[in-house]
T-cell receptor, first 115, second 115 residues
């Protein structure tokens, strides 16, 4: 049973435009959400996170939105750059305050930003 | 962010042999380490959680006698795949977190191929 779902396996966007990556979850105990970026044959790198007490968190070009009632979150990247091309994983944790509790990952979305 | 080093990055071994993967936190004390496994086009699946000085907690379906985890010090955890089979071929990733960390930091991953 997939508790964290990324229903789009891939997304292609033009450079300079907005990339929107979506994630849904089913476990209402999750209270901390993270986005990771991953290149082939490398470990994930942390991008941005959001606690369930918030509905938005912004860091430079990256913004994460959380809709608790819909159990949905999204990552917005604007403007998108070719270097953003990678697989993006959504992850969730039931340990409040951080990812030093075990994470449950989605399957990832491959983002391709075309020049 | 903090640095987690995983070694080796790639390993090829013969069926029936054992392989050890190391995960080191280079600039912080990792009280908790996590081991993940990723199959192609799949999400990262948590295999086990290890706390320094105590036995690892394995996720359901993960054979603890096959995947031996040792977290003997605050900077090192090892995963040993015993009597490896071709179906154990996968990408293994560790992450580490310390007392003062709200985030877990990932190693670079190890591509294991069993022939």
């Amino acid at each position: 049973d997939q508790q964290v779902k990324q229903n789009s396996p891939s997304l292609s966007v033009q450079e300079g435009r907005i990339s929107i990556l979506n994630c849904d979850y089913t476990n209402s105990m999750f209270d901390y959400f993270l986005w990771y970026k991953k290149y082939p044959a490398e470990g994930p790198t942390f991008l941005i996170s959001i606690s369930s007490i918030k509905d938005k968190n912004e860091d430079g070009r990256f913004t994460v939105f959380l809709n608790k009632s819909a159990k949905h979150l999204s990552l917005h990247i604007v403007p998108s750059q070719p270097g953003d091309s990678a697989v993006y994983f959504c992850a969730a944790s039931g340990g409040s305050g951080g990812s030093n509790y075990k994470l449950t990952f989605g399957k990832g979305t491959l983002l391709t930003v075309n020049p | 962010g903090a640095v987690v080093s995983q070694h080796p990055s790639r390993v090829i071994c013969k069926s029936g042999t054992s392989v050890k993967i190391e995960c080191r936190s280079l600039d912080f004390q990792a009280t908790t380490m996590f081991w993940y496994r990723q199959f192609p086009k799949q999400s990262l699946m948590l295999m086990a959680t290890s706390n320094e000085g105590s036995k690892a907690t394995y996720e359901q379906g993960v054979e603890k006698d096959k995947f031996l985890i040792n977290h003997a010090s605050l900077t090192l955890s090892t995963l040993t795949v015993t009597s490896a089979h071709p179906e154990d071929s996968s990408f293994y990733i560790c992450s580490a977190s310390g007392h003062l960390n709200t985030e877990a930091f990932f190693g670079q991953g190890t591509r294991l191929t069993v022939v």
